[in-house]
């Protein structure tokens, strides 16, 4: 169950987050702040909480103040594959499926205790309708999470297992304090065990 966030210093907070990223490039009016503000719900989860189920329209878009969510399906021996690991801040659902409006075969779940924003498909499509700020800072939201895919995808076809974590402990150090390795070693295309060694290799 969703924890709101309402009218607290917390609350103010976990919009600055969201709006020092978007003003960081793009130039907001107040107006269109106070209109993010309102279509940026804050909530609170605890960790585990399944966010979208697969089989459902994924309901909202989450920024992620603090805290750090994962995407997986079920494969067909019932095992859970993670897709995807974001670290705070950041953006993150079933991206095309919320996009589109489809059932996503994805589940979206809560790792750790988290600190989110969220907004439903119709509030994004009229903030980006009534704000040009908000409708340039979409496509780059957009344009970015292509190139993210695109990068992962070749990692996980040029790099070796270790390479692969290597890489993503340099750009993600803090990853290994918050996140399962089962998780990790999921989302880098490897079993627990293959990493176990890996890591035991490293500190050796």
Do not use: W
Not at 33 to 60: D, R
């Amino acid at each position: 169950m969703a924890i709101f966030v309402r009218y607290s210093e917390k609350y103010f907070i976990m919009h600055d987050r969201l709006l020092q990223e978007m003003n960081s490039d793009f130039n907001f009016s107040s107006d269109e702040i106070e209109t993010v503000k309102l279509y940026f719900e804050p909530v609170s989860y605890p960790k585990n909480t399944l966010l979208e189920e697969a089989g459902n329209i994924p309901g909202h878009l989450y920024y992620i103040v603090s805290g750090y969510l994962r995407l997986f399906y079920m494969d067909e021996g019932g095992n859970e594959v993670t897709t995807h690991i974001n670290c705070p801040p950041g953006f993150f659902t079933s991206y095309t499926h919320f996009i589109s409006q489809t059932r996503s075969e994805d589940h979206v779940q809560c790792i750790t205790d988290c600190s989110l924003l969220r907004i439903t498909k119709e509030n994004l499509d009229k903030l980006v309708s009534s704000s040009q700020a908000m409708k340039d800072f979409s496509i780059s939201v957009f344009q970015k999470s292509i190139a993210y895919n695109e990068n992962r995808s070749r990692e996980l076809s040029v790099l070796n297992a270790e390479q692969r974590y290597l890489q993503l402990i340099d750009n993600y150090p803090e990853i290994i304090q918050n996140v399962p390795i089962q998780y990790i070693a999921s989302f880098l295309g490897m079993k627990p065990e293959s990493l176990s060694r890996i890591r035991r290799k490293i500190i050796n």
